[in-house]
């Protein structure tokens, strides 16, 4: 499908798009640059892609260009690539922000060069190459964002790439990619860190018996409190106009259920609660989760 | 193991206690009461309890009655049963809440009976006799309290009981169990309601957008979001007290991360997150969760 792919950054999201692409033959090429050496010795002994010393190099005559780094590594990478990058290449990246990041490009002014920008919404709580799997993309959304000046069948030939990983592509405009992924994860994730804070910082007494009992609904919040510090400290400063808007939004909705807790409010509160009852049938409905009972599970 | 059980109550709970105790023959009798007619009409059609009329009927001449109605009806169900209840029966529930009940019980001075309180951590987001399953209890925990003055082979007797449906047990006096509830159970509810509701409530255009992607991390707050809402009502206005005091040292926290994200402050968004991810190797060591990533799930 294509002649040689390069993907530059293989943490958990990089060697798992080396892996899927590799097993779904996509590439008769398929080349890797990470800057750490650990990561570049664990590639080469485990695989047989070719593991680059020079990220210049990396990208010379790849068709296809995948930056999977942290966002705050982006910068580095593309001025780094950016005079080796192959006429007519596509250039896209994994990245959970998007406006910044097309500002970034752009400012580059790289001429023949095909931006277009993918997200796979995959990932767990681990990072590193060694946790990268080629099913991580399965059944899984990939936003794709672009200016409007890319020929359509750059972006048709892209699309393809990550549908044949197994995902489900979508496109949206780089800003409505961030508004909504600040609702959908960026919030989740700032919340998650605040209650997993709150419930440890605790007299000792206590410490030990919160970590027990965790399993009545904080073992759920600390699945995603564990993702990665680097990337969602990015993540953060990226999207933080959209991020601190819905953080107050979200303060606004929490102050009004402590009023109703207060005044022990009951009609207040059941109207609260089945408000939310009803996103979760629409949740299990758009396929985006199981019926199947979680709390339970050991 | 008792001669007579009688079960108060048949939503999730209540109908897997009776499930469980069948399948493990743990009484000669066991018999229902619960005020709704389709549910006592269920029961008696799909299983061979003896599903009783009248509430202060049921608890005649058993060894041991469980409260498993929400904890708003204690106070009627106390009221009706008081006076039927068998001399030196054990009495218990398995309301998420003690202190308030403790008090209620207390305060009707019942003679010759052993009120200890049962709170076993088990349920899924699904309500009603229907979902009932009688392995609901199993490797979960189960917290006991009492007073002073109850005899230790009648705690013995109850604990019994839960390790044989597969709990593991634990003491606590009245006040830490809903001090430590409160942390890893009430307020993760809490902040699930507010976070479900800030996210849906947004322009019809990004409604539909923030249910097909919420894969990223909502997800997992919609499921604990779509508990119980009648349930939910009482625990919050029954733990007011210490849940206040958890929601107001949490907003403190995601005051702390939002001001961090607002000076871009990396290095206090590092130690954030790093902090956090800690409590999860701390509760998966302790059996909690698995290992398992479990963002990749469909």
């Given at each position: 499908m294509f002649n040689a792919i390069t993907v530059i950054g293989c943490g958990l999201i990089g060697s798992s798009l080396l892996r899927a692409i590799d097993k779904n033959n996509l590439a008769n090429q398929i080349k890797t640059f990470d800057k750490s050496k650990s990561v570049s010795t664990y590639l080469s002994k485990n695989f047989s892609f070719k593991v680059c010393d020079s990220i210049s190099e990396?990208?010379?005559?790849?068709d296809l260009v995948i930056i999977s780094t942290p966002l705050s590594s982006y910068k580095e990478v593309l001025k780094e690539i950016k005079s080796n990058l192959k006429k007519d290449a596509i250039l896209t990246d994994t990245g959970s922000v998007k406006k910044p990041i097309n500002k970034e490009v752009l400012d580059?002014?790289?001429?023949d060069i095909n931006w277009i920008s993918s997200h796979p919404i995959a990932g767990t709580e681990y990072s590193g190459?060694?946790?990268?799997?080629?099913?991580?993309?399965?059944d899984r959304w990939c936003i794709v964002s672009f200016e409007e000046n890319i020929p359509h069948d750059k972006i048709q030939k892209l699309k393809n790439f990550w549908l044949k990983l197994g995902c489900k592509v979508k496109e949206m405009t780089f800003e409505d990619h961030d508004y909504v992924l600040s609702l959908t994860s960026h919030l989740p994730h700032a919340i998650a860190y605040s209650i997993v804070r709150t419930s440890v910082s605790n007299e000792k007494k206590f410490k030990k018996d919160v970590i027990q009992y965790s399993?009545?609904?904080?073992r759920d919040f600390t699945r995603i409190a564990a993702s990665d510090p680097l990337m969602w400290k990015d993540i953060f400063i990226d999207n933080s106009e959209n991020l601190l808007k819905a953080i107050d939004n979200y303060t606004e909705n929490l102050n009004d259920l402590k009023k109703a807790i207060k005044n022990k409010d009951t009609k207040k509160l059941l109207k609260i609660f089945s408000s939310t009852k009803d996103v979760r049938k629409e949740i299990i409905e758009a396929g985006q989760d199981t019926e199947k009972p979680d709390f339970g599970r050991k």
């Open positions: 990396s990208v010379k005559d790849s580059l002014k790289l001429k190459p060694e946790h990268g799997f080629s099913e991580l993309f399965k399993a009545g609904g904080l």
